[in-house]
């Protein structure tokens, strides 16, 4: 007897849902603004968790990173060759010319919201510049592909395509890392299914109306691999090469792309 397999779905939010979910991540995206403002050259990224983790309870919000996984922080913070999941530390302090990289969550009535940013501190190498620039805009043009009727991997090619295109136009060569990427999100963070930044498209379930998924590329300018430090969080690159991190939560809608963590 032959069954026919139903094609799976990214599930769909409703309207209200998507309403709730974009309250928990303009919080994240004021918390994103209040840790920028307080960033500067001698400051740690202990300090800036203070931050955060204030802007986030202020707004009647929890953070979602702290204790997650016993993960102690209330944002990632990670400098330069760090490509995510930077622990806050007082012995991490900031310094002219760092690329510092943030990404925080944020729970509000139940829903979650996730994003993340790479931005200097004071002025920074060109090349470097470029990486960031161009991390950002291939965030931007990887989620054009959140539209429903398509699928999962077109959102993962849509992401590597602009990672090509963005080393001609910002003029450096691009390293999508391996083994990291985006992610379903609702009601917790890290939802099915696993989004890819690079592959084959046409693959992987439909992205419906009110479909959520947090899109999150993440560059450097020397290599594809990375390792894990003693902490058991810190993510680096493998050849000390700088990598830059940009995140937006993103909804599918009959309009277009939705982001529900505007930094506004
Ligand atoms: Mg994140
Ligand atoms: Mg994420």
Redesign the pocket.
């Known amino acids: 007897m032959a069954f026919r397999r139903r094609t799976k779905r990214i599930p769909a939010r409703t309207p209200g849902e998507l309403d709730a979910m974009q309250a928990a991540g303009e919080i994240v995206g004021k918390t994103l603004q209040a840790v920028r403002a307080a960033a500067a050259p001698g400051v740690s990224t202990l300090e800036l968790d203070a931050v955060a983790e204030q802007t986030i309870r202020a707004a009647g919000a929890t953070p979602t990173f702290k204790g997650y996984e016993g993960f102690p922080g209330s944002i990632c913070s990670s400098v330069n060759d760090v490509i995510v999941h930077g622990i806050p530390d007082a012995k991490t302090v900031l310094a002219n010319g760092d690329l510092l990289s943030i ?1 925080c ?1 944020a729970t509000l009535d139940g829903w979650v919201g ?3 940013w790479s931005f200097p501190i004071g002025e920074l190498d060109l090349d470097v510049v470029a990486l960031n620039a161009a991390t950002e805009w291939v965030l931007m043009e990887g989620l054009q592909a959140m539209v429903p009727g398509n699928r999962l991997t077109d959102v993962s090619h849509a992401l590597e395509q602009a990672t090509y295109r963005a080393e001609d136009k910002f003029g450096v060569s691009l390293y999508i890392v391996d083994g990291y990427g ?2 379903g ?1 609702g009601r917790t ?2 939802e099915e299914p696993y989004l890819e930044n690079e592959g084959k498209p046409g693959r992987g379930p439909v992205i419906q109306e009110g479909s959520v998924l ?1 899109i ?1 590329p993440m560059l450097t300018l020397g290599t594809v691999d990375s390792a894990v430090l003693e902490d058991d969080w810190t993510v680096v690159t493998l050849d000390g090469s700088v990598a830059a991190h940009w ?1 937006h ?1 993103v909804a599918a809608t009959a309009d277009g792309p939705r982001i529900l963590t505007r930094r506004y």
């Open positions: 990404d969550g996730d994003s993340a985006g992610h999100i963070m890290h947090a999150e995140e939560t």
